[in-house]
């Protein structure tokens, strides 16, 4: 995964869009705008299951969290749920 300035590229497009979604014909799409998807666009060799705990890691949960709400409000929902079940 790229590191440095292209890492820090990657999360300045990337970081915290929500998806667009278009309704055509009384269906509903998501447009090609994930976070993932992005990503892909910006650096064709991103794998998301290898790379993306490698940009967590450099990035840091904590800049995560305070530079996106929606993920922010998603990993305060998981952990409330985690705590929960115990």
Avoid: F
Avoid at 8 to 28: F, H, I, K, M, Y
Avoid at 58 to 70: F, L, N, S
């Amino acid at each position: 995964m790229a590191c440095g300035s292209k890492l820090l590229q990657v999360r300045g497009t990337a970081c915290c869009r929500t998806p667009s979604v278009n309704v055509s014909n009384g269906e509903t799409a998501v447009e090609d705008t994930a976070p993932s998807k992005r990503l892909l666009r910006l650096y064709p060799r991103y794998r998301k299951t290898s790379d993306g705990p490698l940009v967590i890691a450099e990035i840091g949960i904590d800049a995560i969290r305070k530079d996106c709400p929606h993920a922010d409000a998603w990993l305060t929902a998981v952990n409330t749920g985690l705590t929960r079940q115990r």
